[in-house]
């Protein structure tokens, strides 16, 4: 499989044989990501770390990714030191950054920019996440995650639990988990569901999807991925109050949970999960995002073609 | 009632086969709702033709080029143009909604970047022709009404 020049804007670009051929070569790059094996695959390529807007965590995986890998990062970390504030057009920063760099990792805050970035671009494009838009390496580390945790995505049942509707990462999560023919429980506030469109494509893809704004069944489940739900989407304080208390995971959500139940969360969280539930052996958030660096060390040897 | 006869143009653009009650939509995506000095416009709406009500719209002393066409194409997808020069049809076509669609339609959605000052044109893929859904080839949302949001 070549995955040479191509760039990697939303996961709906790639067939389910390449989603697993990429998590088969992350799979390879763990030992280099917890520095116990040393490379130098990427010595002498340049990658662009471009952040129109600040996120710490996916900037710093992306950046560990390619210096784990031998490679050199330039770029800037939010858009307030460079021209752009000066009212550059985001194809020029494009047409800029690639004369010197080898691939370009963006994160832009509008919708659709990472594709006409890589309308600009002769250097790969891929998307750290544009606005409301895709977050395809996301969406790739959460299925490694599943993938390590659980030996397979197929054999499972998920619950995707909280922000259904604004949470660009679970409706990328649920066409793929549809595309591995994963049936699915969607919970969440009445206000916060999922939207139409996408409960349509996973069952015209012929998975089970059921939908409640309770969290039960915990007993059936296999993975718990939980979601931020954001106090700006309620007018009323207590109002979210309740509603987010009633989505926390604790100890006593979990007490009819399957032994190997996993709980995964794209972090950061602020309290859908509660700290005593760190301990057990349920919680899968932070090794997942460990698993955001050989994801992406993968996809970068990839677009380079050093991995074919 | 007496009827109402739409002449015979000498030069110009005649578009047949609009669906009856949208010849002034789409004079609307033409741009011409305005006089213009150079062009005569007559208007035809409901009349009763072989294939049942349609409208019909005459245009003198111009003859509308292919991008024309296809704006037409969003909002009368079974309109016929034809071209006429010294009274003659010299060119008969349908109007067909294509794959693709650049410039002509503005993205709903105000965070899309297509709508930043990027130096790019608007552009839509055509999900399904009938019935016409479309989604913006940047931010992938549909617009719920594509009339209003033609350029
Ligand atoms: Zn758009």
Known sequence: MNFEGRDVISIKDFSKEEILYILEVAQKMVPIAEGKEKSDLLSNYIMASLFFEPSTRTRLSFETAMKRLGGMVIGFSQPGTTSIQKGETLADTIRTAESYCDVIVMRHPNEGSARLAAEFASVPIINGGDGAGHHPTQCLLDLFTIKREKGSIEKNRIALVGDLKYGRTVHSLAYALALFGVDMMFVSPPELQMPKEVVEECREMGVDVTISNKLDNLDEIDVLYVTRIQKERFPDPEEYSRVAGSYRIDLKTLENAKEDLIVMHPLPRVDEISSEVDKTKHAAYFRQTFNGVPVRMALIALVLGEVK | ?151
């Open chain 2, 1 to 151: 009632m007496k009827e109402l006869k739409v002449q015979p143009i000498k030069d110009g653009t005649v578009i047949d086969h609009i669906a009856p009650g949208n010849a002034l939509k789409v004079l609307k995506i033409l741009g011409i709702t305005e006089t213009q000095p150079d062009s005569v416009i007559s208007i035809a709406i409901n009349v009763t033709g072989k294939r049942g009500k349609k409208d019909i719209v005459k245009i003198e002393n111009r003859e509308l080029d292919t991008k024309e066409v296809d704006k037409i194409a969003l909002i009368a997808p079974n309109a016929t143009i034809n071209i006429i020069r010294n009274t003659e049809v010299v060119e008969k076509r349908r109007v067909e909604v294509p794959d693709e669609i650049v410039g002509i339609v503005k993205c709903a959605n105000p965070n899309c970047i297509s709508n930043m000052k990027e130096p790019v044109e608007s552009k839509f893929i055509v999900k399904s022709k009938n019935p016409l859904r479309i989604k913006c080839y940047y931010c992938e949302r549909e617009p719920d009404d594509i009339s209003s949001q033609i350029i």
